[in-house]
């Protein structure tokens, strides 16, 4: 005779294994599961400057074309301001100063007929391959402020207007190289000030010039650009300086300087 088979039941689990099989099940889906890691995303982390003057500062992404562009301010900010972006290297830029000036594209242009704000920046290509990557914001003085002396007291420097214009009218915020385009500034030395001063964007090439009007007469023209190019002046640096210019009609010279730089040059009047 046969006997009838014996049903064979599971094992009990120990309470051990029990656990240990609760825990596996109670795992949420993560991008640390090895098989499928191409969609996890990386976690950018942008540290801003923590400066009380600064409110707004602008932060794009690229990757070939822009995929994120914001306005924060640094202060909500104070460890860093994170973004998660699907990985692999991202162009960031970010941009401060902003008042008349636009941003299209990775280009900041100034309108025609504006000086140039009182703009900084900063780029980097960050390697966000990763599961996290960190870029710290370091900002770069992108205007160079003239300080411009006709050598005339605040009463007379009232009755003077100044022209000042160029070939370039911006910067591109992936490489810090001027645009090209048109520059046009108009004005005045303010109230009781005998120096008249204006910023002006990266330039191009030595094309800038500058035109005095005296009591809406033509008083004098001069090619600012070539000057500045003679001094040795790198429209190209990171950062820019100021530069510092004085115009003796009388005497027929023109001395130029840098910020922090121990010589200048000086020029004869020869076109005006």
């Known amino acids: 005779h046969h006997l009838p088979p014996i049903p064979i039941f599971p094992k009990p689990a120990s309470g051990r294994a029990v656990l240990i099989l609760a825990a596996i099940l109670l795992l949420p889906c993560a991008c640390s599961v090895k098989e499928d890691r191409v969609p996890c995303p990386c976690y950018l982390d942008v540290v801003l400057p923590q400066d009380s003057t600064i409110r707004e500062v602008g932060i794009s992404l690229w990757r070939e074309l822009e995929v994120c562009r914001v306005a924060v301010d640094p202060a909500d900010f104070p460890q860093a301001w994170t973004k998660p972006v699907k990985k692999g290297v991202v162009t960031l830029a970010s941009w ?13 242009t100034i309108p025609f007929g504006e000086q140039c704000d009182s703009l900084y920046a900063f780029h980097e290509e960050v390697d966000a391959t990763g599961e ?6 370091v900002f770069r003085k992108q205007f160079a402020t003239v300080h411009l ?9 009232r009755r003077f207007a100044f022209l000042v214009e160029g070939g370039s009218c911006g910067f591109d915020l992936h490489t ?7 520059f046009r500034w108009e004005g005045r030395a303010a109230e009781g ?5 204006f910023r002006i964007p990266r330039q191009s090439d030595d094309s800038l010039s500058l035109s005095l009007r005296h009591d809406g007469a033509p008083a004098g023209s001069y090619p ?8 040795g002046y790198d429209w190209h640096a990171e950062e820019l300086q100021d530069i510092y210019v004085t115009i003796d009609q009388v005497l027929g010279l023109v ?18």
């Open 96 to 108: 401060r100063g902003v008042r008349k000036a636009a941003v299209a594209g990775h280009w900041l």
């Open 132 to 137: 996290r990557a960190r870029s710290v914001v």
């Open 149 to 157: 002396d006709i050598r005339k007291d605040a009463a007379a420097m």
């Open 176 to 182: 810090f190289t001027p645009v090209p385009g048109g």
């Open 193 to 197: 000030e005998r120096i008249v001063r």
């Open 224 to 231: 600012l650009g070539e000057y500045i190019a003679r001094l």
């Open 255 to 272: 001395t130029v300087s840098v910020s922090d730089w121990e010589d200048g040059a000086v020029f004869h009047l020869v076109e005006q």
